[in-house]
């Protein structure tokens, strides 16, 4: 009974919900730094492209038709001791490396600008085999692009150079912890 | 053959062609600004509810029934100097004064939460009927709103306390000169 479209069904769905579950845990976490005073980092809405609004009602506007964009730049930004902040998170079922095709090149581009301009920028990756999460910054995201021969990052540099964020219950993933230690170094 | 109803229609459209043109000013002077390593800031993009997609092809999606939302923090944030900036775009028809309802309370409480993490929160305020551009601080907006006898901020108050944005050809809006000047006091 075990049809390859069904397997192929299922792939889809369990990867699309590990992607929400660390963006919700990264929402929820950034809502418990709002509401103590910590923090404030928003993520960006989807940009989508409205094609055509219809007007059912005298003051209300309903989208008919609209397509995704591309993100210009990462999902997540805001302030942080006064040091503005900005990531993108990211999910990889690899139990070897990070693909860094995950990351679009005008992402990485991005956190060049910010990381220029004294800001903080990093990835967010949480390894799912391991149940792992870690805050890859850009510094050591830097080293592989200009390494032209590496298509991903080794678990081990993760490991090795990354800081990883640990799970908890309120906030969730505590990763402004880490940024504490980036700010250290 | 001026009937009242296309006098309406015609005042809708100007209003609306104005708060548009202000956006895209400011929008191409950010591009300015990044093209020239001045600063990183962008528009965040506008949030919208999704309802339903349709999947016409099988990599395309088609959004057939989304709704704006309205937004919990300002239109425009990033970086400059170092340092975090965040700020709102509004138009005005008065000529005596900038009324507050222009403003959501979640954004005054936005700005309020970056004021006190170190940011720079503003709003660019412009006068149509004086083809003026204001920078209004948070702190001079703070005034107003703790003052809950006032519903506006006059004209005479952006003349004295705020920081005229001068028109350019390039950048359009050279607003990061007045922040500047914030910076200083």
Redesign the interface.
Known sequence: MNYPIKKTYNKIISTKNRGMNLEDDINLTNEYY?AN?I??I?K?????Q?VKVLYPARNK?????????IP??TDY????????I?FECKVTNSRTSFPLRNIHNHQIN?LK??N????IGFIIVYFKYYNEYFLLPYAVLKDYINNNDKKSIPYNIFKEKCFKIKEGFQPRLDYLKQVDYLLEN
Chains 1, 2 share one sequence.
């Not at 506007?61 to 964009?69: G, Q, R």
């Not at 930004?77 to 503005?84: A, C, H, L, M, Q």
């Open positions: 709002l005073n923090a404030v928003y960006k809405p989807t940009p989508i409205v506007a309903m989208i008919n038709e609209a397509y995704y964009k210009s730049t930004n805001g302030i942080y001791k006064g040091r503005y900005d991005h600008n910010i220029y301009h004294g800001g």
